[in-house]
C-alpha cells in the first residue's frame, strides 16, 4: 500500500518507484518532490566540530563518504558552519573523501595516512559515521597514538559498538526508532498531502575519545 525508503537511493530508483503511484516516504535521505524525515545531519556535524574546538583541538579533520549523499553533505555543511563561526580557517587538506575499496578499514586507513603526513597533522577527527570513526581509532592506536591525547575522534549515530569501543567512542546519537515511526506516521496520517519534510533532533554524546577529562 505504500513505500519506506530508508537510506540512500539512486535517483533513478527513486523515480522508478514513484512511477508505481504509491504513497513513499525517504527516511534518512532528502530529495525534491518526496516527502522525507531526516536526523538533524547539519546540527549534528556543528555540534560535533563545536565539541572538539572547545576541547582546544586546532587542526579538525573530517572524514566523509561521497557527498552526493544528503545527509554527509549536510554533516559537512555543520563541519564548515562551526569552523566558521570559531573564526578557524577551513584547510581542503583536513576534508578527506575515504576512499571507497573493498575492505572499509583499509580504505579508512589511507584517509588517515594522508592526515597523519601532513606538515602541520591534525589534532581532531569528525567522522561522518561511527564505523568510519572506529576504523580511524585502531588505524591511530595501531600506530602507537593516545586517545585522546595524541589525536581526538568524534562519531555520528551512536551504534552499539560506540559505547563499548576502547576508548568509548563520542558521537552524535540518531534515535532512528523516531525516524523510522516519523516516516510510517507521514504514511499513515497524511499520504496524500503535498510533500513535506520532518527533521528530528539529534545529541551530542561526549565520551572518552575525544576529551581528556
Do not use: W
Not at 524525515?37 to 547539519?42: E, G, K, Y
Not at 552526493?68 to 583536513?94: C, M, T, W
Not at 563499548?164 to 498531502?193: C, F, Q
Amino acid at each position: 500500500d505504500a513505500i519506506v525508503c530508508a537510506g540512500f537511493f539512486e535517483p533513478e530508483v527513486l523515480a522508478a518507484l514513484q512511477q508505481i503511484g504509491k504513497p513513499m516516504v525517504l527516511v534518512d535521505m532528502d530529495r525534491r518532490g518526496f516527502t522525507s524525515v531526516n536526523p538533524d545531519n547539519m546540527r549534528g556535524g556543528y555540534l560535533a566540530t563545536q565539541h572538539l574546538l572547545r576541547c582546544g583541538r586546532k587542526r579538525i579533520a573530517m572524514l566523509s563518504g561521497s557527498l552526493a549523499h544528503y545527509s554527509i553533505q549536510q554533516r559537512n555543511r555543520g563541519f564548515r558552519q562551526a569552523l566558521f563561526e570559531a573564526k578557524v580557517l577551513a584547510d581542503p587538506d583536513l576534508e578527506v573523501i575515504v576512499p571507497a575499496v573493498d575492505d572499509g578499514d583499509e580504505g579508512v586507513a589511507e584517509a588517515m595516512r594522508s592526515l597523519l603526513s601532513l606538515p602541520k597533522r591534525a589534532d581532531a577527527v569528525f567522522c561522518y559515521n561511527d564505523s568510519t570513526a572506529l576504523s580511524a581509532m585502531k588505524y591511530c592506536l595501531n600506530e602507537g597514538m593516545k586517545i585522546p591525547h595524541d589525536i581526538a575522534i568524534v562519531g555520528f549515530a551512536d551504534i552499539a559498538a560506540a559505547a563499548a569501543a576502547i576508548p568509548p567512542l563520542s558521537t552524535v546519537r540518531v534515535d532512528k526508532e523516531a525516524l523510522g515511526r516519523a516516516g510510517v506516521e507521514l504514511l499513515l496520517h497524511a499520504p496524500d498531502e503535498s510533500p513535506s519534510h520532518i527533521t528530528v533532533p539529534v545529541q551530542m554524546i561526549v565520551r572518552e575519545s575525544s576529551c581528556d577529562d
